[in-house]
């Protein structure tokens, strides 16, 4: 890692709103689902699909889940009128999880039984360690009823993910698997990125064995290549999988696997609650800030011969 990524790494979490705005727009659709909506309808011309997310996240009451609840609803509305290419992300704790999970289920099963009604899917998100019991028994309740129009997440850096995969293949299997990107002990999590990526791999593959529909989220190019060769071994048709990437991140790699044939969509984030998602994504990927900040300053990019 270098100095700047350094930098970035331990400091991105003080700098203030305005100026991580600078550096984010690259991946937020705007404040506003007309927005999301815009772009999903760019992303379509390309066949690219998007999965519409509301961006908030641990709320503090029963009143502002409500609210995202409402949120998601018009969202799945929105997408069915325009007939646009796009499901609907939500995040857990967004539905009241840490308040009542009883209350969360209520909430999130609205959201997918409507997702059924117009055909469409509702991805159930991966928080941090604290949710993650609590969304795989969501994820379970819903996964029979609503079968084929409900999934949820799995991350590869957590040393459980192998064991829940063996715990949930006694049912129907639709999940996006991630690296994954919050904080989190030694004790729960590898912390080495080659060993995330062969757990990556070995979880992929172990999804494919169990008929597992995945959505394979990742902008590394090895890992990409291994699923790649994975998805040829297991002779799996284009529709019993997709590659999913983060908005503003890798456009190149974007055209290469969908000029190679395969699915894709592109996680579209919207709303004003957009400053915590920026600076984790930051975290991630501190190139985002360094061209950012070349832009500010006026830099062009040294072109090799």
Request: net charge positive.
């Amino acid at each position: 890692m270098s100095l700047f990524d350094q930098l970035v790494s331990k400091t991105i979490l003080h700098v203030p709103g305005p100026i991580v705005s600078i550096f984010a727009k690259k991946y937020i659709a705007g404040e506003a689902l007309e927005d999301a909506l815009d772009l999903t309808r760019r992303f379509n011309t390309e066949n690219i699909m998007s999965t519409i997310d509301v961006l908030g996240e641990f709320i503090a009451s029963k009143k502002e889940a409500l609210y995202f609840k409402d949120q998601g609803l018009k969202v799945l509305q929105d997408i069915e009128r325009s007939g646009v290419q796009a499901n609907l992300s939500i995040k857990p704790t967004q539905m009241g999880l840490q308040l009542d999970p009883d209350f969360a289920r209520v909430n999130v099963e609205e959201l997918v039984a409507s997702a059924r009604k117009i055909n469409n899917f509702v991805r159930i998100d991966m928080e941090d360690i604290q949710c993650t019991d609590q969304t795989l028994k969501l994820y379970r309740q819903l996964r029979e009823p609503y079968a084929g129009h409900v999934g949820t997440v799995l991350q590869a850096y957590l040393r459980r993910t192998a064991r829940d995969i063996e715990a949930l293949s006694d049912g129907p299997l639709n999940i996006r698997l991630c690296k994954g990107i919050y904080r989190e002990p030694r004790e729960q999590a590898y912390k080495h990125p080659e060993v995330i990526n062969m757990n990556f791999i070995h979880c992929l593959e172990k999804l494919f064995a169990k008929d597992a529909y995945v959505g394979i989220a990742t902008h590394d190019s090895r890992l990409i290549f291994q699923a790649m060769r994975l998805i040829e071994r297991y002779g799996l048709s284009r529709d019993q999988y997709e590659f999913q990437m983060l908005l503003g991140v890798d456009e190149g790699m974007r055209r290469n696997i969908i000029n190679q044939g395969h699915r894709l969509r592109v996680y579209v984030p919207y709303g004003k609650s957009w400053l915590p998602y920026a600076k984790r994504r930051l975290k991630e990927n501190p190139d985002i800030a360094r061209q950012g900040l070349k832009q500010l300053l006026g830099l062009q990019e040294t072109q090799r011969k």
